[in-house]
Antibody, heavy 114, light 110 residues
Framework: EVQLVESGGGLIQPGGSLRLSCAAS????????MSWVRQAPGKGLEWVSV???????RYADSVKGRFTIFRDNSKNTLYLQMDSLRAEDTAVFYC????????WGRGTLVTVSS | QSALTQPASVSGSPGQSITISCTGT?????????VSWYQQHPGKAPKLIIY???NRPSGVSNRFSGSKSGNTASLTISGLQAEDEADYYC??????????FGGGTKLTVL
């Protein structure tokens, strides 16, 4: 089955770090552009980061310098390393496939609070 | 990286047609034909319904259609049905090779 499964979310204190994972099945992560998108409670979608199939990366201004996107081809998994977390980073984080964002996971909730 | 502009809400009666606009700039919507639309029901992940301005993925109803003129893209839903009630988001590639979403539009089927 072609799917994406996010994990790694949880409650973290401000200033802390968290690593999200997005395990893919049924297709190859490294052959696709892969993105992270987040949605704060009751708010809209916000694009966070992309890793293009060629390996280049881009970030939203709101997370640049704090978040790092990378992939492990041997595990067919996408990651998002999140450092210096802030309360405003609280959101459900989704991973999405390709230029079209045609496949999404169910999301993982990150709560940044003391 | 300003969000694309969408109306906060639209509504229509069953069987009617509605259109949701998505306004950007010449550096995103107006520059590329990489505008997509997503439907999101409460508590669910977004679902792709239109890509590359006008294209529908396999399995998406032909009641959904997309278009673009200048810096504004539009999503039209014809023959409104109760299950169309959801939030809708547009998304575009930018000149910086980043992506940007619209603020979202809540569709109410009266």
């Amino acid at each position: 089955e072609v799917q994406l499964v996010e994990s790694g979310g949880g409650l973290i204190q401000p200033g802390g770090s968290l690593r999200l994972s997005c395990a893919a099945s049924g297709f190859t992560v490294s052959s696709n552009d892969m993105s992270w998108v987040r949605q704060a409670p009751g708010k809209g979608l916000e694009w966070v980061s992309v890793i293009y199939s060629g390996g280049s990366t881009r970030y939203a201004d709101s997370v640049k310098g704090r978040f790092t996107i990378f992939r492990d081809n041997s595990k067919n998994t996408l990651y998002l390393q999140m450092d210096s977390l802030r309360a405003e980073d609280t959101a459900v984080f989704y991973c999405a496939r390709g230029r079209r964002f045609d496949l999404w996971g169910r999301g993982t909730l990150v709560t940044v609070s003391s | 990286q300003s969000a694309l502009t969408q109306p906060a809400s639209v509504s229509g009666s069953p069987g009617q047609s509605i259109t949701i606009s998505c306004t950007g700039t010449s550096s995103d919507v107006g520059f590329y034909d990489y505008v997509s639309w997503y439907q999101q029901h409460p508590g669910k992940a977004p679902k792709l319904i239109i890509y590359d301005v006008t294209n529908r993925p396999s399995g998406v109803s032909n009641r959904f259609s997309g278009s673009k003129s200048g810096n504004t893209a539009s999503l039209t839903i014809s023959g409104l049905q109760a299950e169309d009630e959801a939030d809708y988001y547009c998304r575009s590639l930018t000149s910086s090779s980043t992506w940007v979403f619209g603020g979202g539009t809540k569709l109410t089927v009266l």
